[in-house]
């Protein structure tokens, strides 16, 4: 079975984190439907969605991707760098104990989970303003016995790795290429964004299609061309709180 663990948008989403995005107002009520559809995308592509508890005092607790790496073996907890976030943690913490060991992160690394691009048996992590090289290290001492390779990653221009670059295909990568290099990751094809759409390269990838957001239309275009199936979703309330669709689940093989 594949679960994705997911969490309902918070009422206090209006003062979530920014770093890159200036703040706009968001539509609290529009964001909630759009997550719901979003959920809906995970259930018909076949994920179990198990949706946790909201947490009102939490802005971005929607974003549960940033709070761990779930891999075959072990779960890691990690440490965010947004230091409002860090309670998020442990919820998550307790869902996943019930489907894998737990390694958790400890101070001063910090690591967000947005920052991590797994492709088979490599990690491929942002060095960014949330992931610290003390934080990619911490990592590839939990993963090294179980045999992946951890890759750290020059970026610049964006929160997250996977702003910059997301896995579209067996052998595929949708990629922003002004804000990291796509030869780092060798033996890949690559696809380039719009070039007006420069959000545009953050897609959910599971086994019969690909999650994307329906406002990057010239992208979106670029993908099927390519014979990427998509599955269109809008979260334009949720990209205004600098998020993108891997942000919103954590997604794994029980």
């Given at each position: 079975?594949?679960?994705?663990?997911?969490?309902?948008?918070?009422?206090?989403?209006?003062?979530?984190?920014l770093t890159h995005l200036e703040r706009q107002p968001i539509n609290i009520d529009l964001a909630t439907e759009q997550h719901a559809a979003?959920?809906?995308?995970?259930?018909?592509?076949?994920?179990?969605?198990?949706?946790?508890?909201?947490?009102?005092?939490?802005?971005?607790?929607?974003?549960?991707?940033?709070?761990?790496?779930?891999?075959?073996?072990?779960?890691?907890?990690?440490?965010?760098?947004?230091?409002?976030?860090?309670?998020?943690?442990?919820?998550?913490?307790?869902?996943?104990?019930?489907?894998?060991e737990l390694r958790t992160m400890q101070a001063p690394a910090t690591l967000d989970g947005g920052d991590v691009l797994r492709i088979d048996?490599?990690?491929?992590?942002?060095?960014?303003?949330?992931?610290?090289?003390?934080?990619?290290?911490?990592?590839?001492s939990f993963v090294m016995p179980f045999g992946y390779r951890v890759h750290p990653v020059e970026m610049t221009g964006c929160l997250h790795?996977?702003?910059?670059?997301?896995?579209?295909?067996?052998?595929?990568?949708?990629?922003?290429?002004?804000?990291?290099?796509?030869?780092?990751?060798?033996?890949?094809?690559?696809?380039?964004?719009?070039?007006?759409?420069?959000?545009?390269?953050?897609?959910?990838?599971?086994?019969?299609?690909?999650?994307?957001?329906?406002?990057?239309?010239?992208?979106?275009?670029?993908?099927?061309?390519?014979?990427?199936?998509?599955?269109?979703?809008?979260?334009?309330?949720?990209?205004?709180?600098?998020?993108?669709?891997?942000?919103?689940?954590?997604?794994?093989?029980?």
């Amino acid at each position: 079975m594949q679960v994705a663990i997911t969490r309902a948008v918070s009422p206090s989403i209006i003062h979530c984190e920014l770093t890159h995005l200036e703040r706009q107002p968001i539509n609290i009520d529009l964001a909630t439907e759009q997550h719901a559809a979003y959920e809906a995308a995970l259930t018909d592509l076949g994920c179990s969605v198990r949706r946790l508890v909201v947490q009102p005092d939490l802005p971005d607790s929607v974003f549960v991707e940033d709070m761990a790496v779930v891999l075959d073996e072990v779960a890691l907890i990690l440490r965010s760098g947004a230091p409002s976030r860090r309670p998020e943690a442990t919820s998550v913490a307790e869902a996943l104990g019930e489907y894998r060991e737990l390694r958790t992160m400890q101070a001063p690394a910090t690591l967000d989970g947005g920052d991590v691009l797994r492709i088979d048996r490599d990690l491929y992590i942002g060095v960014s303003g949330r992931s610290t090289l003390d934080g990619i290290r911490q990592v590839e001492s939990f993963v090294m016995p179980f045999g992946y390779r951890v890759h750290p990653v020059e970026m610049t221009g964006c929160l997250h790795l996977k702003s910059a670059v997301t896995q579209v295909g067996e052998r595929m990568l949708l990629v922003n290429p002004d804000w990291v290099d796509g030869g780092v990751f060798e033996g890949m094809q690559r696809i380039d964004v719009a070039s007006d759409e420069p959000y545009a390269a953050n897609a959910l990838m599971l086994a019969d299609a690909v999650i994307y957001p329906a406002a990057h239309r010239a992208t979106g275009r670029r993908l099927e061309q390519k014979g990427v199936p998509l599955r269109l979703v809008d979260v334009t309330e949720l990209m205004k709180a600098e998020g993108a669709v891997t942000c919103c689940s954590l997604i794994f093989r029980t």
